[in-house]
């Protein structure tokens, strides 16, 4: 998809805006569904970075999720509108499973975003 849905643009927006990490979203990407719930990229990358930090092995790649000094995390400018969504407490549905049984943390450009709908699809991991 080459143009991403304005719909779905103005939905990141609005969480982006309240800081809201409540809404619940399935998307379909090529090659995967996610579902979960969307979180602020700022708490996104903050919460990326606490799980590297405490990590042993990737611990240093946890500045990479930091604020930069020079202020390049911005909000969006008015009309510029988020470019992706950040799913946190998300699956990745195979079949009639999730992976990971306890939800990840991913990042969808909103461009390749072909489908989706408002809610979390459940599934059965049995």
Excluded: N
């Amino acid at each position: 998809m080459s143009h991403p849905d304005d719909l779905l643009v103005a939905i990141a927006a609005m969480v982006e805006s309240r800081h809201s990490s409540q809404m619940s979203l399935t998307v379909v990407i090529p090659g995967a569904v996610i579902t979960g719930r969307l979180a602020p990229e700022a708490l996104w990358k903050e919460r990326v970075a606490e799980v590297l930090r405490d990590s042993e092995d990737l611990g240093q790649f946890a500045a990479a999720f930091r604020p930069s000094q020079g202020g390049d995390d911005h909000p969006p400018e008015p009309g510029e509108g988020p470019t992706h969504l950040h799913f946190h407490v998300a699956r990745i549905l195979q079949g009639s499973f999730g992976i990971p049984d306890t939800g990840g943390m991913y990042r969808v450009a909103l461009k390749d975003v072909s489908a989706w709908t408002i809610g979390d699809i459940g599934y059965s991991d049995q």
